[in-house]
């Protein structure tokens, strides 16, 4: 045994003790009469968790959550614009269910139709418009999808 030890053990012990001495009044409710008057009566109180817990119910905001997602393929798609250098004036959600692609030429268009089709197929595709000599061609969540969020 290394040199000390012994005050270690024994202060372990007196620590044990005490713990067992104040757990008495959780383990038995019927504690003698001469206990009540010197040591601990208490039991310990246990917090809602270790009581059975707490009932939580969480609702999610559709609308909110549809928007959101949305909002991240919107830039999702802005950057994959940007890093195939396929020119476009606006990209961004429009309505609560739609994401538009504003583009400055018709050929843009009908490559940012495919790379739609690839990258976002759960989406469906509104056909192209043309407004202004811009073009605009825009993503629709399907409602199953909506649903599903």
């Given at each position: 045994?290394?040199?000390?030890?012994?005050?270690?053990?024994?202060?372990?012990?007196?620590?044990?003790?005490?713990?067992?001495?104040?757990?008495?009044?959780?383990?038995?409710?019927?504690?003698?009469?001469?206990?009540?008057?010197?040591?601990?009566?208490?039991?310990?109180?246990?917090?809602?968790?270790?009581?059975?817990?707490?009932?939580?119910?969480?609702?999610?905001?559709?609308?909110?959550?549809?928007?959101?997602?949305?909002?991240?393929?919107?830039?999702?798609?802005?950057?994959?614009?940007?890093?195939?250098?396929?020119?476009?004036?606006?990209?961004?959600?429009?309505?609560?269910?739609?994401?538009?692609?504003?583009?400055?030429?018709?050929?843009?268009?009908?490559?940012?139709?495919?790379?739609?089709?690839?990258?976002f197929?759960?989406?469906?595709?509104?056909?192209?418009?043309?407004?202004?000599?811009?073009?605009?061609?825009?993503?629709?969540m399907?409602?199953?999808?909506?649903?599903?969020r």
């Amino acid at each position: 045994m290394p040199k000390g030890a012994g005050w270690r053990i024994a202060l372990i012990i007196a620590f044990v003790a005490l713990s067992c001495i104040y757990l008495v009044p959780t383990l038995s409710p019927n504690l003698p009469e001469w206990w009540k008057g010197m040591l601990p009566k208490d039991k310990i109180h246990l917090g809602l968790d270790l009581q059975g817990g707490t009932h939580l119910v969480l609702e999610v905001e559709t609308a909110k959550a549809v928007e959101g997602t949305l909002d991240l393929v919107a830039t999702d798609l802005e950057d994959t614009l940007n890093s195939k250098n396929l020119r476009f004036k606006r990209v961004g959600r429009t309505g609560s269910d739609k994401v538009s692609i504003v583009m400055y030429e018709k050929d843009t268009a009908a490559a940012v139709q495919t790379l739609i089709k690839d990258k976002f197929r759960d989406y469906e595709i509104i056909p192209t418009v043309e407004e202004g000599g811009m073009v605009g061609v825009a993503l629709r969540m399907k409602e199953q999808d909506i649903q599903d969020r």
